[in-house]
């Protein structure tokens, strides 16, 4: 990550990610079986193993990632940023197998936006919204495109007079989807999120005993 600062109040980010294609070693079990359904346990009877073969070694091979992303900071008042990623999913392997994926990408673009604080609860929250567009990496029939909106909160734990305490509540809600009428899956999704950023004085380390 590199910073840019522009003028006094003005910083411009920007940013790379990402890992390498990583492979694991692995083991697994392999079983064909006939069997029937125990109404009375609510399992399984074995009726017959067909083949049987156990601690069979073998390679998964996980995809690489990368990702670049910019950000424009109008220093506590507003940000905007801008996040492009792509995993290629392509190199997915498992007990050398591929599956019926490809390579995906997102692009993602958020902001937010700091009033001018004050007296009042409300003058002191951050307000956010983002937008990302995509592929996503499962293969059907055709690309499976996926979108997604949210909106969130960032909402201070103490009053604005307490110095060097930060500790904020992260809220999000996120509504998305994957697929559309020319895909044989098409799903919609809803999402809330919570989370706390802790940064008050109780982490500061103590200078004098």
């Not at 990550?1 to 109040?9: A, D, E």
């Not at 690309?143 to 992260?170: F, T």
């Not at 999000?172 to 940064?199: M, W």
Request: aromatic share 14%.
């Amino acid at each position: 990550q590199y910073t840019l600062p522009l003028s006094k109040k003005d910083i411009l980010r920007v940013g790379a990610y990402g890992n390498i294609e990583r492979e694991f070693n692995a083991t697994r079990d392999v079983v064909r079986e006939t069997f029937e359904y125990n109404g009375n346990t609510g399992g399984t009877d074995t009726i017959d193993v067909i083949y049987q073969e156990k601690d069979i070694k073998g390679k998964v091979n996980y995809p690489s990632t990368v990702g670049v992303g910019i950000m424009y900071d109008r220093m506590a008042r507003w940000s905007l940023g801008v996040d492009y990623l792509q995993e290629k999913w392509s190199q997915y392997r498992f007990f050398g197998e591929n599956d019926p994926v490809h390579d995906s990408w997102q692009l993602r673009v958020g902001g937010q936006l700091f009033p001018k604080g004050g007296e009042s609860y409300w003058k002191n929250v951050l307000y956010r919204a983002g937008f990302s567009i995509g592929q996503d990496y499962i293969s059907v029939d055709n690309d499976l495109p996926r979108w997604g909106v949210s909106v969130g909160l960032a909402l201070p734990m103490r009053r604005a007079n307490y110095s060097n305490q930060s500790s904020v509540i992260n809220t999000t809600l996120e509504f998305g989807q994957r697929g559309n009428k020319d895909n044989l899956i098409r799903e919609s999704f809803f999402r809330v999120a919570l989370g706390f950023s802790l940064s008050d004085i109780w982490f500061i380390k103590r200078k004098y005993d």
